[in-house]
């Protein structure tokens, strides 16, 4: 039962390190890295935007078929936008990216004070200053951050996602050992086998 396990072992561990090159390769080339994204971006927001308008084609009476057909148009005409202009889109995708940094960082500082008493409420504010300290530094130097900071996020979360993987992958490992090493020692003696 253990063997079988193994296999998906070494998967996740391959997978880590994969992971963890794309991370790495994505901080050492921010604008290649971001640039992916934008293109990602793009790409699925003009098949929303199409699959929007064929559900508003298909749907019965104008009641029901105008929203989809509106906004299924302007997604698609977005996501062509972006196809178009990738460096734009990079700009308002990193615009936006400050904006929810800048407010996640706030909510995270208002927040922590409301733990105090619990231990541990000072990570949550160290983290939110961090956060909010970050969404204001892609928010100054933008739009010229829009060259870095989308690939070098993409980047830190590959890295981390890695890394994560890589532990858990050897965790499992030994556990999988364990348990091996537990049957091998509770296996009864083969029928041949003196008995004491």
């Known amino acids: 039962m253990a063997e079988s396990k193994k296999p998906s072992v070494t ?3 391959i997978m880590g390190v994969l ?5 790495v390769v994505a901080i050492g080339s921010p604008a290649v890295a971001g640039t992916a994204v934008v293109y990602i971006v793009g790409a ?5 935007g199409i699959s929007q308008v064929a559900m508003g084609l298909k749907a019965e009476g104008w009641s029901h078929k105008l ?3 509106i906004l299924g148009g302007v997604t698609t005409l977005g996501g062509i936008a972006v196809l178009a ?22 909510w995270k500082i208002v927040a922590s004070f409301s733990f105090r008493p619990a231990q541990g409420w000072l990570a949550i504010l160290f983290s939110g200053f961090i956060t ?21 996020l993409v980047g830190v979360d590959l890295l981390t996602t890695g890394i994560a993987l890589i532990a858990v992958a050897m965790t499992l490992g030994k556990i999988v050992d364990k348990i091996d090493e537990v049957k091998s020692s509770s296996e009864p003696p083969s029928e041949g086998a003196p008995q004491a």
């Open 67 to 69: 929203l989809p057909l």
């Open 11 to 13: 998967f996740l561990l």
């Open 85 to 106: 202009h990738p460096v734009l889109g990079m700009e308002i995708l990193t615009l936006i990216l400050a904006v929810y940094f800048v407010a996640e960082g706030i």
């Open 19 to 23: 992971t963890a090159i794309l991370g």
């Open 132 to 152: 909010w300290l970050l969404g204001a530094m892609i928010w100054a130097q933008w739009p010229a951050s829009g060259m870095w900071a989308i690939g070098i």
């Open 44 to 48: 699925i927001m003009l098949i929303a």
